[in-house]
């Protein structure tokens, strides 16, 4: 009988427990990173929508970044400054140029941050 348990293979406890350290490592380091990752979606799809308002294009800088506010707002999207927007003419002139360029820094654990760049810059023609 010890002779068919010898010939036997499989897994031993090390890797084992290895393997569920580098899930929960890569599990940990999700789940703080995705909400960031969310937040600038969120940003990204306002700035894009911009285009759909002519009007307030036209209106200037301000308007653009009082709709970009509001807009995040009520996206609930509050960890951003008006002042991370730069709006600048187009390179045609008939529209604007907007950017955003932003750092979040995430705890992870112990004395490890995980720091973020998010940057994106939309052209929209006041038409």
Same mark, same amino acid.
């Given at each position: 009988m010890s002779q068919r348990f010898s010939n036997q293979r499989g897994i031993s406890i090390g890797p084992v427990m290895l393997i569920i350290m580098?899930?929960?490592f890569f599990a940990t380091i999700l789940l703080k990173t995705l909400p960031s990752y969310m937040e600038f979606w969120t !940003?990204?799809?306002v700035m894009n929508s911009v285009e759909d308002r002519p009007d307030e294009v036209r209106r200037g800088p301000?308007?653009?970044r009082r709709l970009i506010m509001s807009q995040l707002q009520i996206n609930q999207v509050s960890s951003l400054e008006e002042s991370a927007f730069v709006i600048q003419p187009s390179?045609?002139?008939?529209g604007a140029e907007i950017s955003v360029s932003y750092? !979040?820094?995430k705890p992870m654990?112990?004395?490890?941050?995980v720091l973020m760049n998010f940057e994106h810059t939309v052209v929209v023609e006041g038409q």
């Open positions: 580098l899930v929960v !940003v990204k799809s301000a308007a653009i390179p045609g002139g008939r750092v !979040v820094q654990f112990l004395n490890i941050d």
